[in-house]
């Protein structure tokens, strides 16, 4: 009969060991979860500011090749402009081309 509690001490000592254990491995699980909901919400703002940069960006290149062909049509005016502008100084008083 003796060897029969004492068996049985045992075994609760164990079950409470285990119960022990299984409260500290749900501790640690929630602990997990909180910071994975936590890395979900950082992941997803990173995401969001991805999607918001790359928005920028191409408004970004828009702008810049409307400003390199704005910037070729005043080349083109300004060359016009200098062709004419040369002429006209080259041109003698008479109206006659300078040699």
Do not use: W, Y
């Not at 390199?68 to 005016?77: M, V």
């Amino acid at each position: 009969m003796h060897f029969i509690l004492e068996q049985q001490a045992k075994f609760e000592a164990g079950i409470a060991e285990v119960r022990n254990a299984i409260a500290e491995v749900k501790e640690t699980a929630a602990k997990q979860n909180e910071s994975i909901v936590g890395l979900l919400q950082v992941s997803r703002m990173l995401v969001d500011s991805q999607i918001a940069a790359e928005g920028r960006m191409a408004k970004i290149q828009e702008r810049m090749a409307d400003l390199a062909a704005a910037e070729k049509r005043t080349d083109e005016r300004l060359d016009s402009f200098i062709d004419f502008f040369e002429r006209h100084v080259n041109r003698s008083p008479g109206g006659e081309q300078a040699k």
